[in-house]
């Protein structure tokens, strides 16, 4: 159906030079919507910019944390005025912060220049939205509240011909205390099996060398298929793709990792040994508070599990600071949560409070002074271990996919997903290179080509 939409428009654009400007905030997940975005829109006959002075911007927007509210509202305000010199400017808003009630009453009634909103569950409707507004000149808002719709033939914009990541979940149904995701993502939607093999080995035809599995809880998947069908047996099923090199994924929840996929992840060889399990705290009081059903001890077995099966494995994790009713205990078990395991990398995030959660009733939140205190430590603490990690790999020799070329010098990620800088020439990108590590800083490594 929408290629019924995208030739009307394409037909409208014709020969008139248009352009388009896409802004993407949030995950992976987001950015992986975006690439098919920008498939639609290059269809319907806009060249894609990163100038302001475009035809059409669209804004697919996260609400994850704090308030980019301010911050969309204020770009929203900026380009009202740029539409004063060019009235035909389409302005496109869509993403996670448009599920929620509050900013579309907002649009509608004071941003009535904004012409197209979407959310999360529609936003293949794109080209038919868009081309509804041109014919009405009037905002068209179409929010979903669940997938009612399952769409599957996409093709999409690739930023790296040699890697692409493909859902193989949607949604989320933890229900942390604290995430805005499920509701704005809904309940946990597996694709087909062979849907998601079959997308792998056209993209694989393609030129892709690396290939991410995205999901807000990857180890989730095929439960809701109850075909069994399950993570470990998809990983294996991708694992025998010839000219597949790498495979990749993200995020796993510590609660259900299971053995068959530790051993998986041993046993393919095309498997990168890199696994982000986030652990958002320490203490055993907070992360039942934050309903995360795991405990610390529970955490700390399971890193010794992974760790004996597959020695080499690089750890990365997210961590939440000032959660509600969070002590200097707490934070200290954090603390020595996060020697124990010794990471590879962390993504640190100040606790936002968000409107629905369950964390945002809890009574005593931290006061900012000591959030901000207590961060910045664990910044400490944790680039002492990162730094101190990366020396074990002095001297190694590092395969790397080179993903950039700037002027003689190429980077790279290896298997353990650490960035790698060395010197090279321009057709080395996208091939897969033997580097051995001569310098190794707190968050990238140095090589030279052998
Ligand atoms: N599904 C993934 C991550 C989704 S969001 C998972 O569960 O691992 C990515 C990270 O954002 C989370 O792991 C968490 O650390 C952080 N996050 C989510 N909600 C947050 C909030 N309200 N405040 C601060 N950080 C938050
Ligand atoms: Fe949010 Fe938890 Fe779901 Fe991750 S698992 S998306 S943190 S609710
Ligand atoms: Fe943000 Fe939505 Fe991802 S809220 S983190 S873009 S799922």
Not at 28 to 52: C, F, P, R, V, W
Not at 381 to 410: C, P
């Amino acid at each position: 159906m929408s290629e019924y939409y995208i030739k009307q428009i394409f037909e409208l654009n014709k020969g008139k030079n248009k352009k388009a400007k896409i802004n993407t905030f949030g995950c992976q997940m987001n950015a992986h919507d975006s690439e098919k975005l920008s498939d639609m829109i290059l269809k319907m006959g806009y060249e894609i910019t990163n100038d302001n002075d475009a035809d059409l911007v669209l804004f697919n927007t996260c609400c994850v944390r704090e308030n980019p509210e301010d911050k969309l509202f204020g770009n929203l305000g900026y380009f009202k005025n740029k539409k004063k010199n060019n009235p035909d400017l389409k302005i496109i808003l869509c993403g996670c912060m448009m599920q929620q009630k509050h900013i579309i009453d907002k649009l509608r009634s004071s941003y009535n220049f904004v012409d197209v909103v979407f959310g999360t569950f529609n936003f293949h409707k794109l080209p038919e939205l868009l081309y509804n507004n041109i014919m009405s000149n009037s905002q068209i808002i179409d929010i979903w509240d669940e997938a009612k719709e399952f769409e599957e033939n996409f093709s999409l914009t690739r930023k790296f011909p040699f890697k692409a990541s493909v859902n193989i979940i949607y949604g989320c149904n933890n229900f942390c205390s604290y995430c805005i995701v499920p509701y704005v993502r809904g309940r946990e939607r597996s694709r087909n099996f062979n849907d998601i093999v079959d997308e792998v080995k056209y993209l694989v035809d393609d030129g892709v060398k690396e290939i991410m599995l995205l999901g807000q809880n990857v180890n989730s998947y095929g439960l809701d298929l109850k075909n069994g069908e399950n993570f470990a047996k998809l990983l294996k099923e991708i694992n025998k793709i010839d000219g597949l090199e790498r495979i990749r994924f993200m995020t796993s929840h510590p609660k259900d990792l299971s053995d068959e996929l530790i051993f998986t992840m041993r046993d393919c060889r095309k498997i990168c040994h890199h696994l982000h399990l986030p652990v958002q705290s320490g203490s055993n009081r907070i992360l039942k508070l934050m309903n995360r059903k795991y405990t610390r001890e529970y955490y700390l077995k399971l890193v010794e599990k992974i760790k004996k099966n597959i020695p080499d494995i690089a750890l990365t994790t997210d961590i939440i600071v000032g959660f509600p009713q969070e002590t200097n205990e707490d934070f200290e078990d954090t603390l020595s949560l996060v020697k124990e395991v010794a990471f590879d990398n962390a993504f640190t995030f100040i606790y936002s409070k968000r409107e629905r959660t369950k964390a945002a009733k809890m009574p005593e939140q931290i006061p900012s002074e000591i959030v901000k205190e207590r961060f910045e430590k664990l910044l400490d603490v944790l680039n002492n271990i990162v730094g101190k990690k990366n020396e074990r790999y002095l001297g190694s020799t590092q395969k790397i996919l080179v993903e950039e070329y700037d002027n003689n010098k190429l980077t790279g990620r290896n298997e353990n997903n650490i960035l790698v800088h060395f010197n090279g020439k321009k057709n080395l990108l996208g091939n897969l290179v033997d580097v051995k590590i001569i310098n190794c800083k707190p968050f990238y490594l140095v090589a030279e080509r052998i």
